[in-house]
């Protein structure tokens, strides 16, 4: 097994294929709320997160399996809705449906498994950041934190084609997910890695009426975007210089791959380097 | 895809290899008792019902991935019981556990995926049954569903070594397992290979015993074994002759494949063919 539990896949070699391999189950009233989310979302989003995983890896998705428990409440049009909103998903990133298991439940819960294939041969995971690499972020953070606090569900993007030329390019050397917040995320890179960094909270990206929102609602934007979660946008290192946009979305600059005795530290908008524990938010 | 929804497990080709894949989900109340099982138990029993599937199509099961949904009421040391039970089985079987999903739930959800690679390339579907083709099960039958009405659980057998040999054995031309009773799952043969059958009752192999629990629970042993469920053994037809013992295990003749307008028969221990759709029972 070249990558086992502990990355955002597990990769496996079948012959002479390097197979990526991921599972996520959604449950509902801890992952999602039915009154905030029509049935084609909630299976969007089972789709998006698992896609998300192989995304990750730089991986190019191609089969899932899914699992359904469907609770008595749900009527057989929803379950339809349920399960288009996983087809259109998985028809959109090239993934054929393959099996599954229907059950009755008490509430509803999706799990899908994906399989996918390394790009070009090449896996990127948590562990191959370097000191000098800069940190890059796909897109904006903090919006799904955002809406969970306006009590809304936002849709993952897909990051996949994103993922795929990342692998492609030999000056990617780490690359990560944000499903729990930049914080804790990019922790997992610097601890795999063996190194520290330091991010510049003034870089990270927001989208337009982000600050206008986060104000409105009461909340501390920086919290938002720095440890928000359910970003499912991608951190990754590499040497420069990488384009300003892959695939039509921004790619920003946050920070800088640092050694390890220095930890993770922020730098705030007078230029001041400070370490900071940042917790996220709960969201039920 | 060589082989979609609707058999055992979903095969699919990674460059040269035949990849079986399957799912199971095991929810608490629906497919289980915490009262009647240990936590081992039913980390045995999600795994033991997904290697079935891959015996199912005479595969070698290889990776798993898990995803689980704990309730609070479930502690530390009995989740350390369940994946104790889970890793124990996968053990036995060659198969490496990758990964997995850990979550908070309500009740107990445990989901299994298993990845496998064909036998010798050659995977054993529903479809394959022929005219004249002998049926064959292993083992005995009802005794898991007898167990049930007596209100304990028994741990499903395990069967991939013998569907790794019917999978080596050309004389063999179909195979499922028994999860729904064998008047259930051989429909799916027949209709699957557009073929009929005939089964005498009275070779259909019980265990020791078993005819006493049945009389002792007031139950019919016919609608038991024919009818009961969660068998797990392995159905299929082959062109005989066929060793008596596979594995150690009994192998018994119960019947013929014949032409499709024949349908499902029964014959009786007067030698009397009929027609009788056999309903199982509800086990909860």
């Known amino acids: 097994v070249p990558v086992g539990p502990g990355d955002d896949c597990a990769v496996i070699r079948l012959g002479r294929v390097k197979v990526l391999l991921t599972t996520d189950m959604l449950i509902e009233g801890r992952h999602f709320r039915r009154d905030w989310m029509s049935p084609e979302e909630i299976g969007a989003k089972a789709m998006l997160v698992n896609l998300s995983d192989i995304a990750a890896m730089g ?4 089969f899932a399996l899914l699992s359904v428990g469907l609770p008595r409440s749900f009527s057989v049009s929803e379950a339809d809705r349920l399960f288009r909103g996983m087809r259109e998903v998985a028809r959109k990133n090239g993934v054929t449906i393959v099996g599954g298991d229907t059950n009755a439940a008490d509430r509803l819960i999706v799990n899908v498994t994906l399989i996918g294939e390394a790009t070009a041969g ?11 690499d800069f940190i890059y972020v796909t897109g904006t953070l903090g919006d799904a934190a955002l809406a969970l606090r306006a009590r809304r569900h936002r849709l993952p993007p897909c990051r996949i084609k994103i993922g795929k030329k990342l692998a492609r390019d030999r000056r990617v050397h780490s690359l990560i997910d944000l499903s729990d917040g930049l914080a804790g995320d990019l922790r ?10 330091e991010i510049d909270r003034g870089a990270v990206p927001v989208s337009p009426g982000f600050l206008e929102g986060a104000k409105r609602l009461g909340l501390d934007p920086d919290r938002l975007k720095l440890a928000g979660g359910e970003d499912y946008e991608l951190l990754f290192t590499a040497s420069p210089p990488l384009p300003s946009k892959i695939d039509g ?5 946050i920070g800088t791959i640092l050694p390890k005795r220095f930890g993770l530290r922020w730098i705030d908008s007078q230029g001041r380097r400070y370490s900071k524990k940042i917790y996220g938010f709960r969201h039920f």
Chains 1, 2 share one sequence.
């Open 122 to 132: 090449r896996v990127l995971t948590r562990s191959g950041a370097r000191e000098g």
């Open 249 to 253: 979305v921004p790619i920003t600059k």
């Open 188 to 197: 997992h890179i610097l601890e795999a890695s063996g190194v520290g960094a």
């Open 59 to 62: 991986g190019d998705p191609r």
